[in-house]
């Protein structure tokens, strides 16, 4: 599969939040939430951004655990790089899941922080996990409708 551009990317846009499909890490389904203002922490978000902020990332986790039918999604903001404040939405699906087990040798309970740096690291260049413009598509349709009722 070629890359992706990242005007191709989009899935959803108002006032407040960008959400894109990621372009670099190349998993189906994983997603980042951008607030458009300068805010590098969420204690620095607008007012009317912070009041939607819960109800804006629980409408994509629901549409990207749905879309994928992960056995968990995972919501994080790290931050480390200091860049523009922004949310990933991480489907751990079961194929995922199995492949990183097979990879690090692992079984038992999974440990998301190892599984989510190796998925992020193995999926990067050509390597793609899962059909990210079918993903696109559907989660673009969906976000249309379920953010904004969200919101």
Not at 3 to 17: K, P, T
Not at 99 to 116: C, H, K, Q, T
């Amino acid at each position: 599969m070629t890359g992706i551009a990242r005007q191709d990317a989009w899935l959803y846009e108002d006032d407040d939040f960008l959400i894109e499909h990621s372009v670099y890490y190349r998993i189906a389904g994983l997603v980042f939430v951008s607030p458009k203002s300068d805010a590098r922490r969420v204690a620095e978000l607008p007012r009317q951004s912070l009041q939607r902020l819960g109800a804006v990332l629980g409408a994509v986790e629901h549409a990207v655990s749905e879309l994928m039918s992960a056995e968990n999604v995972y919501v994080a903001r790290y931050g480390e790089s200091g860049g523009p404040l922004h949310f990933h939405v991480f489907p751990r699906t079961a194929g995922i899941t199995a492949a990183w087990r097979e990879a690090a040798g692992r079984s038992g309970s999974v440990d998301a922080p190892a599984l989510v740096s190796w998925a992020n690291a193995t999926y990067t260049g050509s390597a793609c996990f899962g059909d990210i413009p079918n993903a696109i598509d559907v989660l673009r349709e969906r976000f249309a409708n379920d953010v904004e009722q969200a919101a």
